[in-house]
T-cell receptor, first 112, second 114 residues
Framework: GEDVEQSLFLSVREGDSSVINCTYT??????LYWYKQEPGAGLQLLTY?????DMKQDQRLTVLLNKKDKHLSLRIADTQTGDSAIYFC????????????FGTGTKLQVIP | NAGVTQTPKFRVLKTGQSMTLLCAQD?????MYWYRQDPGMGLRLIHY???????AKGEVPDGYNVSRLKKQNFLLGLESAAPSQTSVYFC?????????????FGPGTRLTVT
């Protein structure tokens, strides 16, 4: 199958680190993405990682990719209340029209 | 630069009615997409377009039609709405050759079919 799986909910305290996990199924995926969706809004790209990398850091965000286990994670350091949102993992498949499969989303709740 | 805009933001239809959702982008992007988002599910691709005058089916195309007469606009039509089409619809666009193939999303249209 082509399911991208994520846990549905994560709650953290402000100032702590958040780690959102994702598993995907297509070993030939070229890019993996993290999108953020705030209430009532569309998805906004946070960061992406090319499949030949195992880590990418961008300010408070760290993406880790384990290709062997098909596992992707997003770590948000010093989580703020403005980080409360739904986070979607997505993979871009190779071939064809390079379909993008999205996960079900993880709702991050940041407690002040 | 408005990015990707969608019209309308909300709509309630009765079963059997028809409507058209409009997506517009001012970034000169070649590729445009229509997705639907349902509770507990990721976004699912309905139709997409790789350029003006071309359209193609995605994962869940049944009950929908699309047109791309102008590069900046991508229309999604429901000819005879059904309750199963109650959803939030997102349009997205991207340029052909962007590094990472980033898609830019509109704010969504919330459609309820009664």
């Amino acid at each position: 199958g082509e399911d991208v799986e994520q846990s549905l909910f994560l709650s953290v305290r402000e100032g702590d680190s958040s780690v959102i996990n994702c598993t995907y199924t297509d070993s030939s995926s070229t890019y993996l993405y993290w999108y953020k969706q705030e209430p009532g809004a569309g998805l906004q790209l946070l960061t992406y990682i090319f499949s030949n990398m195992d880590m990418k850091q961008d300010q408070r965000l760290t993406v880790l990719l384990n290709k062997k286990d098909k596992h992707l994670s997003l770590r948000i350091a010093d989580t703020q209340t403005g980080d409360s949102a739904i986070y979607f993992c997505a993979e871009r498949h190779s071939g064809g029209y390079q379909k993008v499969t999205f996960g079900t989303g993880t709702k991050l709740q940041v407690i002040p | 630069n408005a990015g990707v805009t969608q019209t309308p933001k909300f709509r309630v239809l009765k079963t059997g009615q028809s409507m058209t959702l409009l997506c517009a982008q001012d970034m000169n992007h070649e590729y445009m997409y229509w997705y639907r988002q349902d509770p507990g599910m990721g976004l699912r691709l309905i139709h997409y377009s790789v350029g003006e005058g071309t359209t193609a089916k995605g994962e869940v195309p049944d009950g929908y039609n699309v047109s791309r007469l102008k590069k900046q606009n991508f229309l999604l039509g429901l000819e005879s709405a059904a309750p199963s089409q109650t959803s939030v619809y997102f349009c997205a666009s991207r340029t052909r050759d962007s590094i990472g193939y980033e898609q830019y999303f509109g704010p969504g249209t919330r459609l309820t079919v009664t």
